[in-house]
C-alpha cells in the first residue's frame, strides 16, 4: 500500500464541519496544519479506507475521533478510560466507550487503522504494542506524542517493526507511523 503523506493534500482537509462539537480551546490546534496538529493528518489517514471500523484510543474531549470519522464510509470506536468529553457528541458514525480497548479486542482486530493517545507514560504504549505484535492485526498504528518525554522516546526506540516519522505532517510533539504486516 502506498500513502501519499504530502502535506500540501493534508492541508487540504476540511474538518470545519466539526467546529460545533469541538470545545472552544480546541478549535484553533483541531483545524492546526500538518506539523502543528494531527488532526487533518488523521482525517487524511481515514480517506484511505472504505467500510472498515477505524479505531482511536484516547478520547479526551473527541477530537481525534472526530477527525478519525471525516470519511463517512468507515465506523470509528473511540475509547477512553474516562469520559472527558465536554458536551454530548453525536455522529452517526462514531461510537465512545469508556473502558480499556483490550477488553473489546475481537470486535476490532481487523481495522486498518488505529491511534493511539493516551497517558504518553510508555507503560500502556508499550503494553498494547507488544498485544497487537502477538495479534492477528496487520494495518496502521498512528502514535502521537512520540518525542513528548523520556518515556515516550524510549518506547518509540522499542518498536521493532517498520516506522516512520511523520512529524513533519503531524504534530509538533512527535508522530510515528507502524506498519504490521
Ligand atoms: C492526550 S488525551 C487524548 C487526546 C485525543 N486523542 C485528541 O487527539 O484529541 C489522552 C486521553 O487518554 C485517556 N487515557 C489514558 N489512558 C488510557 C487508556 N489506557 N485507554 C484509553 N484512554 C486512556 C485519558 O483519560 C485522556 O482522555
Known sequence: ??????????SQI???????????????????????????????????FNDATL????????????????????RVISYDLENRRRSDIQLPNVEFRVRDALHDWQEWIATPLISLDVAHEGDYEAIFYEFLS????????????????????AFWATITHTKFDITAVGHWSGTGLVVFE
Open 134 to 153: 502477538t495479534s492477528p492485526f496487520n494495518g496502521l498504528l498512528v502514535l502521537d506524542d512520540v518525542y513528548l518525554n523520556e518515556a515516550m522516546k
Open 14 to 48: 476540511d474538518l470545519s464541519r466539526f467546529l460545533p462539537h469541538v470545545p472552544p480551546e480546541y478549535r484553533a490546534p483541531f483545524q492546526g496544519a500538518p506539523g502543528e496538529e494531527h488532526y487533518r493528518l488523521l482525517a487524511h489517514l481515514s480517506t484511505l
Open 55 to 74: 479505531v482511536d484510543i484516547g478520547t479526551d474531549a473527541g477530537c481525534s475521533a472526530m477527525a478519525l470519522s471525516h470519511n463517512p464510509r468507515n
Open 1 to 10: 500500500m502506498q500513502i501519499n503523506l504530502e502535506a500540501a493534500v493534508i
